[in-house]
């Protein structure tokens, strides 16, 4: 069972990445899934989430607009798009999921309901 987080790196201001969190031995749609951020010297912060069973998002208010979290059932992944990157949006990003409900889990942007967490993916974002 492995939850893995990539496609991080060097980007200029106003640039974009796409973020995957990859999961092995389980089945990825089945659970709720967070993305969260940490920079050096700072707490860890919520930054999207989608929820199992009715699909619902939620993003954190400073990356309304430009970041999108989605599925990839045939891939067993969720995406996050980031576009329009910024400065602040520098640190280190990682997937977590919330634990099975058979009745679909709310996703939630605090981290502590999250049991299951990948490594992290480092997003750099300076001229």
């Known amino acids: 069972v492995q939850l893995q987080a990539s496609g991080g790196g060097l980007v200029q201001p106003g640039g974009s990445l796409r973020l995957s969190c990859a999961a092995s031995?389980?089945?990825?749609?089945?659970?709720?899934v967070g993305w969260f951020r940490q920079a050096p010297g700072k707490e860890r912060e919520g930054v999207s989430c989608?929820?199992?069973?009715?699909?619902?998002?939620d993003n954190a208010d400073s990356v309304k607009g430009r970041f999108t979290v989605s599925r990839d059932n045939a891939n067993n992944a969720v995406y996050l798009q980031m576009n329009n990157l910024e400065p602040t949006d520098t640190a280190v990003y990682y997937c977590?999921?919330?634990?099975?409900?058979?009745?679909?889990?709310?996703?939630?942007?605090?981290?502590?309901?999250?049991?299951?967490w990948g490594q992290g993916t480092q997003v750099t974002v300076s001229s």
């Open positions: 977590a999921t919330l634990p099975y409900s058979i009745f679909g889990a709310q996703c939630t942007l605090e981290a502590g309901p999250y049991n299951y």
């Open positions: 989608i929820s199992s069973g009715d699909g619902s998002t």
């Open positions: 031995g389980f089945t990825l749609d089945n659970y709720a």
